[in-house]
C-alpha cells in the first residue's frame, strides 16, 4: 500500500508555492492561452479604466468649457472630434464621458450583485418560508424589463450620480438572486457541508469555510458578465433625460444634446459617443466571457 | 393542459399583484412632491400652503397610502388609467392611440430577428468553427454590444446625407392597413434596429441547439437513410431545434418592448415609447405609474404565453 | 477474528432499537402532505467494539438513512439510538457536539466529500479546528500523523483534493475521520466509487485501522461482495426493513432469507468448479411511498404464499444469533 508519485501533483505543489506574483502571472498567461480574443479585450478594457482614471490629463480641454470662437465644427486639427453648440470639445467630453460611465456601471454592478448575492446566499442557506418569499419578490423584480425599471426607479428618486448607480443596481439583484442561490442549494448537497456537519461544525463556519468560497467563482463570472449591459442601461437613462444631469458629460447625455441640437444633429456628435459605448461594452462582454470560461465553463449560459 | 394554464395563469396573477405594488412604491418615495413636478420650483414657492393642500387633495395624493393604492386598482380594474398633468388626452386614450405602432414595431423585429438570425445559426451549426461560423459569431458579438438607440440615430443621418430620405414623422392616425407604406416607413427603421441586437441572441441559441440535435440518434438515422446533410437539418433538426428559440423570442420581445423606449426617441416615432420618454422627463407620475405597469403586464402575459405555447408543443414540460 | 464472540461479553459501542425515518412527500403550493416515503421502517441492531457490521441492501432501501440518522445528521422519526450506553436520539446541538467526536462518517463519493478549496491538510484538521483542540502547531502535527497512517505522505497536506486520486481522497476522508479517535465509524458505501483494485487497498487500510485502534465500524453497502472480507456479522436490508440478521459465516453458507438467496447468487464465486443456485429478482424495488402488504418482498419473491401477501413477518431468531424475517423458515 504504497503511494505511487503522480507528477501532476508534483507540478501542482511546486506551483502552490511559488510566490505570488508569480503564481498571478501564471495564472494570467493561462488565461491568455486558453481565450486569447478575450485576453486582447481584457486589454481594452484596461485601456478603458486607464483612459478614466487619467481623464483630466489626457483630454485637451476641461469638458465643460465652451470655446465661442469654434462652435459646432465639424473635426479639424485643434478638435480633432469636433465642438458642439456650445463650443465644448467633443474629443474631451467623450474621454471625461468613460469617467462616468465606468464609475456607475463598476458601482451599479457591485452594490446590485453584492446585495443580490448576499439575498441569494441567505435563501439557499436559510430556506423555508424566508426563501420562498424572496423567490416571489425576486420573480416581481425580473417581470421588469430592466431598462424600464432603472427608469421609474431614476426618475422617482431624481436624477444624480447616485440615483443612477441605485436604480441600475436594483435591475441586478435578481440576477445574484437567483444565481448564488441555485450554487448554495447545489453545494449543500455535497458530501463535504454533510462532513463538516458530522464533524460538529455550526452552521456558521460551515457557511464561512464551505460555502462562502465556492460562491466567489460565480459572484465575479456574474459581476463581470454584467458589467456591459450596465453601461448600456446608464447611457439610456441619459439619453432618455433620466440619468446624471447635464452638464455632466456622458455618453447619453451626449447623445441626447446631440439629437436636441436641431433638426439634423451633426455626424461627429452623434458618431463618436457612441463608438465610444460600443468599443467599451464589446471589451467588458468579451472580457467577462473569458473569465467566466476560465473559472466555470459550466456555468456558460447560466448567467 | 387544461389545469397547467390555468395553473399557470393563477401564478402570473399573483405575479401582477407583486408588480403593481412595486410600481406603486417606487412611485410614492419621490423625493419633493409631485406637484413640484407640475409647477416647477419656482411655481411651487407661489403657492399658499391651502393651495397646495387643495391640489395635493384633489389628486388623491392627501389620501393614506393604502387608501391611494386601492383607488388606482379600482381605476385600473374599470378601465380607467388616469390623466396625464399637462395633457388633456387620458392614459387610456394615449395607449389605444400610441401602442398599435409600437406593438407593430415588436412584431416586426421579432420577425426581423428570425429572418436574420435563422440562417446565420443555420449556416454556422452546418459548419461549425469555420470562418464561417467565425464571422457569424463576431458580428452576434457586435450587435450586442451596439447600443440600438445609437444605431437608429447613425442610420437616420445617413438616410439623410445619403438619400436626402427621411421616414414621415406620423401617418396622421392611420393604421397599418389604411396607410400601410407611410406606417412600415415608420416602424421599419426601429424594428431593425431592434431586431438586430435579438438576431444574435436567436443566432446564438439556435446554433448550439441546433449543434445538439443534429448529433442525437434520430438525425443520424435520417442521415444513415440517405437524406444529406442539408436536407437533415431542415426537415428533421429543425423543428425541435426551434422549441428553445421559441422561448427565447418570447422573453426578448419583452426587453424590445422596454428598448424600443429609446429607439424611438432615436428615430422620432410617435409610439407609446415615445410617450414613456415625455412623460418621464416631465416627471409625470400618473402616466409613468400606469404606463410602466402596463409594460410590466405584458411582459408578465409574454412569458405566460410562451409557456403556454412551449408545453402545448412539448408535453414533457407540463409535468415540471 | 473473533471479535464476534467478544461482543457478547462486552456492552455494544451502537445500539440501535426500532429506528425509523418517514419522509414526507410535500406537492403543490402550499406544500400539502401528500404522503410518506418509509426509508427506515423499524430497524434494530448493535455493534460491538471492534467489529463490523456490514449494511447490505439495493439502492433506495435505507440504508444510508440508517448510517446519517445513527450520526444524527438526519432525525430519527422513531426509535432510540445508544452510544456507548448514553441515548443521542434528543440530544440538543451543544450536546451532540461532545458526541460526534466518539462517531464519524466515510462518504461514498471521493470526490463531493471534500471541499475542493480547502487543502487536504486542511480538510483532515477541520474537526480539530471545530473542536478547538490544540495549539496550530499540535494540530498540524497530529494531520501529519494521521496522514502517514492512512498512507499518505506529509509533504501532500498542502495540497489540495483535485491533485489526488479517487483512492488517495478516500484516504483523505478516512484520515479526517480518525482525527479524535472516534469510537464508530460509520462508512457509507466507502469504496463503492473506487476502481476493483483501488477497493481492496481501502478495504484492508480500513481493517488495519480496526485492529490498531479497535473501532468499530457500520458498513454500508449494496453488494455482499464488499462487505464479505471487513465484516464480522451482516443485515440484510430490503425496503427500509432487516429482513436477515447474523454473522457472515452463516449467512454465506447457510442464507434463510430468499432475498439474501438471491443477493448471494449474485456475488461472483472466485472458484471456477463452484456453482452456486442461480436465482435472479424478476421486477424492480416496489416504491417506499407505497410498499406492499404484507411481507415488503413478496411481490418479488418466488415462493410467496397467500399468506405472505396480507400478514407482515417478524425478525424472529431461528438459530442463536440468527434473525430472519420470513414465514416460511
Known amino acids: 500500500m504504497t503511494v505511487q508519485p503522480e507528477t501532476p501533483v508534483a507540478e501542482e505543489s511546486r506551483r502552490a508555492v511559488q510566490p505570488l506574483p508569480a503564481r498571478v502571472w501564471g495564472g494570467l498567461r493561462h488565461f491568455g492561452r486558453r481565450s486569447p480574443l478575450s485576453a486582447f479585450w481584457g486589454c481594452v478594457a484596461l485601456l478603458i479604466v486607464a483612459m478614466a482614471v487619467a481623464a483630466p490629463v489626457i483630454a485637451p480641454y476641461p469638458p465643460l468649457k465652451s470655446d465661442f470662437r469654434s462652435m459646432q465644427k465639424a473635426p479639424y486639427e485643434e478638435h480633432l472630434f469636433g465642438t458642439d453648440q456650445i463650443g465644448r470639445d467633443t474629443l474631451s467630453r467623450v474621454i471625461h464621458g468613460s469617467r462616468t460611465s465606468l464609475i456607475v456601471a463598476f458601482a451599479a454592478v457591485l452594490l446590485g450583485t453584492t446585495l443580490g448575492s448576499f439575498w441569494g446566499l441567505a435563501c439557499g442557506f436559510l430556506g423555508g418560508r424566508f426563501d420562498i418569499v424572496s423567490q416571489r419578490i425576486i420573480e416581481f423584480l425580473q417581470s421588469f424589463p430592466d431598462l424600464i425599471l432603472a427608469m421609474a426607479i431614476a426618475m422617482a428618486l431624481g436624477s444624480g450620480t447616485g440615483t443612477v448607480i441605485i436604480a441600475i443596481a436594483i435591475t441586478r439583484i435578481p440576477f445574484g438572486g437567483r444565481v448564488i442561490r441555485s450554487v448554495v442549494l447545489s453545494l449543500k448537497e455535497m458530501s463535504f457541508v454533510e462532513a463538516a456537519r458530522s464533524l460538529g461544525a455550526s452552521n456558521m463556519r460551515i457557511m464561512l469555510f464551505h460555502i462562502l468560497p465556492q460562491c466567489v467563482a460565480p459572484y465575479l463570472i456574474l459581476a463581470t458578465t454584467h458589467l456591459g449591459v450596465a453601461i448600456i442601461i446608464e447611457a439610456s437613462l441619459g439619453f432618455l433625460g433620466v440619468g446624471i444631469p447635464p452638464p455632466a458629460p456622458t455618453w447619453g447625455n451626449m447623445l441626447a444634446d446631440a439629437l436636441n441640437a436641431g433638426i439634423v444633429p451633426p455626424w461627429w456628435l452623434v458618431l463618436f459617443p457612441g463608438v465610444a459605448i460600443t468599443i467599451t461594452v464589446l471589451a467588458f462582454n468579451l472580457f467577462g466571457d473569458g473569465i467566466r470560461d476560465v473559472l466555470d465553463p459550466r456555468l456558460r449560459g447560466a448567467v | 393542459m387544461y389545469s397547467y394554464i390555468v395553473r399557470r395563469f393563477a401564478f402570473g396573477g399573483i405575479t401582477v399583484f407583486g408588480v403593481s405594488i412595486i410600481v406603486f412604491l417606487i412611485m410614492r418615495i419621490m423625493p419633493g412632491d409631485p406637484l413640484t413636478a407640475i409647477f416647477g420650483p419656482e411655481g411651487m414657492t407661489k403657492l399658499t400652503e391651502a393651495q397646495r393642500q387643495s391640489y395635493m387633495e384633489e389628486l388623491g395624493l392627501a389620501d393614506p397610502l393604502i387608501v391611494q393604492y386601492l383607488n388606482w386598482i379600482l381605476d385600473i380594474v374599470r378601465g380607467e388609467l388616469g390623466r396625464s398633468f399637462f395633457r388633456a388626452e387620458s392614459v387610456g386614450e394615449m395607449v389605444l392611440r400610441r401602442g398599435p405602432l409600437t406593438a407593430q414595431i415588436a412584431i416586426l423585429s421579432v420577425i426581423l430577428s428570425w429572418i436574420l438570425g435563422i440562417p446565420v445559426a443555420i449556416i454556422s451549426a452546418l459548419r461549425p468553427n469555420t470562418a464561417a461560423d467565425n464571422t457569424a459569431r463576431v458580428i452576434s458579438i457586435t450587435c450586442l454590444a451596439v447600443p440600438g438607440f445609437w444605431l437608429g440615430m447613425l442610420i437616420v443621418l445617413g438616410l439623410l446625407f445619403g438619400f436626402g430620405y427621411r421616414a414621415p414623422q406620423t401617418a396622421g392616425g392611420a393604421g397599418l392597413f389604411e396607410d400601410p407604406g407611410t406606417v412600415l416607413q415608420i416602424i421599419i427603421g426601429p424594428a431593425f434596429v431592434l431586431a438586430l441586437g435579438q438576431a444574435a441572441y436567436i443566432a446564438r441559441m439556435a446554433r448550439s441547439s441546433l449543434l445538439e440535435v443534429i448529433r442525437e440518434d434520430y438525425v443520424r438515422t435520417a442521415r444513415a437513410k440517405g437524406l444529406n446533410g442539408r436536407l437533415v437539418v431542415s426537415l428533421h433538426a429543425l423543428p425541435n431545434a426551434l422549441l428553445p428559440v421559441i422561448t427565447l423570442s418570447g422573453i426578448l420581445l419583452g426587453f424590445v418592448l422596454a428598448g424600443s423606449i429609446p429607439v424611438e426617441r432615436a428615430f422620432g416615432t410617435p409610439g407609446l415609447g415615445y410617450a414613456m420618454f415625455t412623460a418621464v422627463n416631465e416627471r409625470d407620475i400618473f402616466v409613468m405609474q400606469n404606463l410602466v405597469f402596463l409594460y410590466a403586464v405584458v411582459f408578465v402575459m409574454l412569458n405566460i404565453t410562451v409557456d403556454i405555447i412551449i408545453a402545448w408543443i412539448d408535453p414533457r414540460i407540463r409535468y415540471q | ?329
Not at chain 3, 432501501?61 to 450506553?85: A, Q
Not at chain 3, 410498499?291 to 413478496?298: I, L, N
Open chain 3, 1 to 329: 477474528m473473533n471479535a464476534a464472540a467478544e461482543t457478547a461479553v462486552q456492552p455494544p459501542v451502537l445500539e440501535v432499537e426500532g429506528l425509523k425515518k418517514h419522509f414526507p412527500v410535500k406537492k403543490g403550493l402550499l406544500s400539502r402532505n401528500i404522503g410518506k416515503v418509509y426509508a427506515v421502517d423499524g430497524v434494530s441492531f448493535h455493534i460491538g467494539p471492534g467489529e463490523t457490521l456490514g449494511l447490505v441492501g439495493e439502492s433506495g432501501c435505507g440504508k444510508s438513512t440508517v448510517g446519517r440518522t445513527v450520526l444524527r445528521l438526519i432525525d430519527p422519526t422513531e426509535g432510540t439510538i445508544r452510544l456507548n450506553g448514553r441515548d443521542v436520539t434528543d440530544l440538543g446541538k451543544t450536546d451532540m457536539r461532545s458526541v460526534r467526536r466518539e462517531m464519524q462518517i466515510i462518504f461514498q463519493d471521493p470526490y463531493s466529500s471534500l471541499n475542493p478549496r480547502m487543502s487536504a491538510g486542511d480538510i483532515v484538521g477541520e474537526l480539530l479546528r471545530v473542536h478547538g483542540l490544540g495549539s496550530a502547531a499540535e494540530r498540524e502535527e497530529r494531520v501529519a500523523e494521521l496522514f502517514e497512517r492512512v498512507g499518505l505522505s506529509r509533504a501532500q497536506m498542502k495540497s489540495f483534493p483535485h491533485e489526488f486520486s479517487g483512492g488517495q481522497r478516500q484516504r483523505i476522508g478516512i484520515a479526517r475521520a480518525l482525527a479524535l479517535n472516534p469510537k464508530l465509524i460509520v462508512g457509507d458505501e466507502p469504496v463503492s466509487a473506487l476502481d476493483v483494485s483501488i477497493q481492496a487497498q481501502v478495504i484492508n487500510l480500513l481493517m488495519d485501522l480496526q485492529n490498531e485502534f479497535r473501532l468499530s465500524y457500520l458498513f454500508v453497502a449494496h453488494d455482499l461482495a464488499v462487505v464479505e472480507h471487513i465484516s464480522h456479522r451482516i443485515a440484510v436490508m430490503y425496503l427500509g426493513r432487516i429482513v436477515e440478521y447474523t454473522d457472515k459465516r452463516t449467512l454465506f453458507t447457510d442464507p434463510q432469507h430468499p432475498y439474501t438467496e438471491a443477493l448471494l447468487s449474485a456475488v461472483p464465486v472466485p472458484d471456477p468448479r463452484l456453482r452456486r443456485k442461480k436465482m435472479v429478482l424478476q421486477g424492480d424495488v416496489p416504491s417506499p411511498i407505497n410498499p406492499p402488504s404484507g411481507c415488503h418482498f413478496h411481490t418479488r419473491c418466488p415462493y410467496a404464499e397467500e399468506r405472505c401477501r396480507v400478514e407482515s413477518p417478524a425478525l424472529r431468531e431461528i438459530a442463536p444469533g440468527h434473525t430472519v424475517a420470513c414465514h416460511l423458515r
